[in-house]
């Protein structure tokens, strides 16, 4: 004899398949949930180290750097200078400055030895590696 059953045979098939559907909403629910926390967690942080790195530096922070932009500027203006006294002198010992074509004897020509002016001197963006200024000299 046949057991008796309280559902229609199609009932289970249809449940089935209600429940299947549900699961399937439900992840892509949780899906989406995670997807926006991940993204709202990454643009704070990344909101945040931009803020961090980009933000206003205080007057006594840039009166330093400007103090320190100005000593690195004197100090490599003083080892120029330096250098070229040296390099003078040296050529002078070794007799080249009575030369025409190094600037001695007469010779009117654009080669100047250990004359160089401050305004020869031309200030060029700081290194990006030291974060000192570089200097072009003419």
């Known amino acids: 004899m ?72 004197l100090e490599n203006i003083r080892k120029y200078r330096k250098y070229e006294q040296q390099r003078s002198q040296r050529l002078a010992g070794e007799g080249y400055l009575n030369h025409p074509l190094e600037g001695g004897g007469g010779y009117q020509g654009s080669i100047h030895i250990g004359r160089t002016q401050p305004q020869d001197i031309t200030y060029r963006q700081s290194n990006l590696l030291t974060g000192l200024p570089t200097f072009e000299i003419f």
């Not at 949930?33 to 180290?49: K, P």
């Open 2 to 73: 046949d057991s008796p059953q309280l559902t229609e045979p199609g009932v289970k098939t249809f449940l089935s398949q209600i429940l299947r559907k549900c699961h399937v909403v439900k992840d892509q629910f949780y899906n989406t949930l995670l997807n926006l926390g991940l993204l709202l967690v990454f643009i704070i942080l990344v909101g945040g180290i931009l803020i961090y790195n980009y933000r206003g530096t205080s007057p006594e922070e840039q009166a330093l750097r400007s103090e320190k932009r100005k000593a690195a500027i």
